[in-house]
């Protein structure tokens, strides 16, 4: 499976600033998305990153919120902007890769976990 | 209703039981399940994954999936303290098949 990289891993961040995660995979993928995992909750998807377009956002997330930049097949930026501590959560890059069955299967980057003051 | 149900627990298991971790969903549609595993403070992985009723097993997970009844399970056979961890059950969702849909987790904790 593809193996994930993802920056910063963590950061600290004063509200009304933006901060921009990057996720570099280390072979093409046509898949990548970005989840959120707010503390003791489960995973929620914000986009699909598509490469040379917009990314597809999910209800309840808006792109001045969460810019998403997919310049290739290997590399993907999310942005959040004018973070508040309601945005403190961890942020997960993944790709999705298609079995012999047809489905798809995620794969996680480690994750950065972003705290608001 | 939530998309994908799962008990938040935690559940308690002893060492060398069976641990059962159950899941529901809503999209009838649905074709892809999977179970992944969630270490505190560490991201997701995936330990199965099903397509077709039935039971499917690897070592010592068995998947169990009864699309009439919505329902997905997870048996972790002779539990060890190192099953301890939260595990996500996850759905594709029928009009989107790459969109991964995950349940709330259930915590799972094996006493030694």
């Known amino acids: 499976s593809a193996v994930i990289s993802q920056k910063p891993s963590r950061d600290i961040c004063q509200r009304g600033t933006s901060l921009t995660i990057q996720c570099q995979v280390d072979?093409?993928?046509?898949?990548m998305f970005w989840y959120r995992q707010q503390p003791g909750q489960s995973l929620t998807l914000i986009a699909t990153?598509?490469?040379?377009?917009?990314?597809?956002?999910e209800s309840g997330f808006v792109i001045d919120k969460f810019p998403i930049s997919r310049p290739n097949l290997t590399f993907s930026t999310l942005t959040v902007s004018n973070m508040s501590p309601e945005d403190s959560s961890i942020y997960l890059c993944?790709?999705?890769?298609?079995?012999?069955?047809?489905?798809?299967?995620?794969?996680f980057g480690a994750g950065s976990r972003l705290t608001v003051l | 209703q939530k998309e994908v149900e799962q008990n938040s627990g935690p559940l308690s298991v002893p060492e060398g039981a069976i641990a059962s971790l159950n899941c529901t969903y809503s999209d009838r549609g649905s074709q892809s399940f999977f179970w992944y595993r969630q270490y505190s403070g560490k991201s997701p992985e995936l330990i199965m994954s099903i397509y077709s009723n039935g039971d499917k097993e690897d070592g010592r997970f068995t998947a169990q999936l009864n699309k009439a009844s919505q329902y997905v399970s997870l048996l972790i056979r002779d539990s060890q303290p190192s099953d301890s961890a939260t595990y996500l059950c996850a759905v594709a969702s029928y009009s989107s098949a790459s969109k991964i849909i995950f349940g709330s987790g259930t915590r799972l904790s094996i006493r030694p």
């Open positions: 072979s093409q993928v046509t898949m």
């Open positions: 990153a598509n490469q040379g377009s917009e990314a597809t956002y």
């Open positions: 993944s790709v999705g890769q298609i079995t012999s069955s047809g489905a798809n299967v995620l794969t």
